[in-house]
């Protein structure tokens, strides 16, 4: 089975950055568009940021754009988040899902990590 392990949350004040890591099992890796999600206390999961199986296409929610970058190391099974200027507003719970289409829709990704957490401090 395709499984997903996400890494590199945690508690981060306001402006600062972080960067999250996802990997992923077997040797399929480079064939996923790959996703990052996010949820937190009280919501749903909403779409973060995508990347396409050779990473030449990226996608973001407007939420995030201009402050966070999605990359993938095929050649490790990794995709990354990187996440500049934090806002308290940011504090979810990140998760990474792969897929076979390059998209939004979260019913795209067969494969989602437990997620890893990210706090943001004023």
């Known amino acids: 089975q395709v499984q997903l392990v996400e890494s590199g949350g945690g508690l981060v004040q306001a402006g600062g950055s972080l960067r999250l890591s996802c990997e992923v099992s077997?040797?399929?890796?480079?064939?996923?568009?790959m996703g990052w999600f996010r949820q937190a206390p009280g919501t749903r999961r909403v779409f973060v940021a995508v990347?396409?199986?050779?990473?030449?296409?990226?996608y973001y929610a407007d939420s995030v754009k201009g402050r966070f970058t999605i990359s993938r190391d095929n050649a490790k099974n990794t995709v990354y988040l990187q996440m500049n200027s934090l806002k308290p507003e940011d504090t979810a719970v990140y998760y990474c899902?792969?897929?076979?289409?390059?998209?939004?829709?979260?019913?795209?990704?067969?494969?989602w990590g437990q997620g890893t957490q990210v706090t943001v401090s004023s």
């Open positions: 899902a792969a897929g076979q289409r390059f998209g939004v829709a979260q019913t795209l990704y067969d494969y």
């Open positions: 077997g040797r399929t890796f480079s064939s996923y568009t």
């Open positions: 990347i396409s199986q050779d990473g030449v296409s990226t």
